[in-house]
């Protein structure tokens, strides 16, 4: 599946412009408040299911009052059109649906398929499937967009913040960049190598408290050291935790307030 171009009108800066990508790699640039943020919310807004990434805060739904272009004092719609090229080989399972619920025959190998989204005033969103110049009826056009963005065409990373902490930490409900492209044993296995790193890091965290001790022979007298692993086998910074416990200070709990409060060892009242 190969996106072709994208129509907007009425849409936040994008009052009435068309941009067309290339059949291989694309580059969007242009100054501040030129639209490239747009563009990207356009594509998360075709394919994207709601709420799929956490991590991406431009999000993924067409809201009226947020989305309209603010110079523009009508109440006209906000128009977007999508068109794809979608190939037989690459495309089958999405051609065969297309074909079943919209009753259809499909028999060339690459055809374009038009996704036209219109949200009004009132934030009712209308999407009409056009497959062969012919529109496909609402309902069956509502299934059509939900399988494309279903289908998790896309991969939208942020470089200008800590995604890798979500991409490739265990666990979370970040869903993993290795979801993407790994098979379940591939997985098995990154999850079995980051457990035994795991270890690895404990069993350096235990040999280096003594010398930690050593190097705070001045601080070891009042405190207990205390060094702790990284959570999660896989991180840039690699950072470890070190805790210093003052010998000196007591805890105890006062009857009357239920406060928790501190105290000198040496001060401690009964």
Known sequence: MQISSISAKNYRTLEDLKVTFSAGYSTISGRNNAGKSCIIRLLCAALEPQGSSPWNPL???LNYKEDKTQWVSNKEPIELIYQFLIRRNEDSAFVSFIEKIAGILISEEEVLLDIHYKVTVSDDTDITVTVKSNSIYSQASKEINKRL???RSLYLYNSTSRNDDLLYSRGGRARSYFDFSMSPAERQKMEAAGKQLEAQLKRLARDHM?????????????????????EGFISRRMPLGISL??????LHW??????LKTEPASLWRS
Do not use: C, F, H
């Open 210 to 230: 003594k010398g930690l001790n050593e190097i705070y022979e001045r601080l070891s007298e009042r405190y207990d050291v205390e060094l702790s692993p990284p």
């Open 149 to 151: 963005k279903e289908s």
């Open 245 to 250: 416990k003052d010998r000196t200070v007591a």
């Open 254 to 259: 006062t009857t009357g307030a239920q406060a």
């Open 59 to 61: 999000g993924s739904e």
